[in-house]
């Protein structure tokens, strides 16, 4: 069977990423990481990649004209490997549309939220504050308006008296590493 090719986008520590390719590790995973890109140069998850020999890049807006012709260079080098799927995970810049409508149906994304609820930043601390029983983490299509595509698959957790915002990031970045894999693979199984 051939596997699903994925371009992963990173701008810091790569836990995400790394769940991917620890995932992709596994003989029978459908799906191999192919390119990891990051908008910034010290990002942890670039080091982690390249000692994984996968092929990485450091895409610097500042060395563009403008944004488009910095995401067109991004599209450009996934292109040049044959990349199927982007995995935004934890890349912090807002795309342009041009750059979605392109990748549009095979770009995914994962946000530390049950979406529709809770789209944007700080979405641990808002769920607290609102006085939810429960938080969680989604994967979905990514479409030009934030954080609003399809959602592909969710999981919860509780959140618990006293939760903090950071003691919930931790517990939902648990459940992250292994919704993440997930999702690829029924998007895998079903190319
Ligand atoms: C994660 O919480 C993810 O949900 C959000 O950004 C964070 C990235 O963390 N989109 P990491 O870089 O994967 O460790």
Redesign the pocket.
């Known amino acids: 069977m051939k596997k699903l090719r994925l371009g992963i986008m990173?701008s810091?520590?790569?836990?995400?990423?790394r769940a991917i390719v620890e995932a992709c590790r596994q003989p029978d995973f459908p799906a191999e990481v192919v390119m990891v890109i990051s908008n910034k140069g010290d990002a942890a998850?670039l080091v982690y990649a390249h000692n994984c020999s996968i092929e990485t890049a450091h895409v610097n807006l500042k060395s563009f004209e403008d944004k488009d012709a910095y995401e067109a260079e991004i599209t450009r080098r996934f292109e040049a490997m044959n990349v199927d799927l982007i995995c935004l995970?934890?890349y912090m810049r807002i795309l342009n549309d041009s750059f979605v409508q392109h990748w549009q149906g095979r770009m995914i994304?994962?946000?530390?939220s049950l979406l529709p609820k809770y789209k944007g930043l700080n979405t641990h601390q808002r769920a607290i504050d609102d006085g939810e029983a429960e938080a969680g983490?989604s994967v979905h299509y990514v479409v030009p308006d934030l954080d609003s595509g399809e959602v592909i698959c969710q999981a919860k957790v509780a959140i618990d008296a006293g939760e903090t915002a950071e003691s919930l990031?931790t517990k939902v970045?648990v459940e992250?590493h292994k919704l993440y894999p997930h999702a690829i693979k029924l998007i895998a199984e079903k190319f």
Do not use: Q
């Open positions: 990173i810091g520590r790569g836990s995400n990423m998850g995970a934890g994304n994962i946000h530390p983490c990031a970045l992250e």
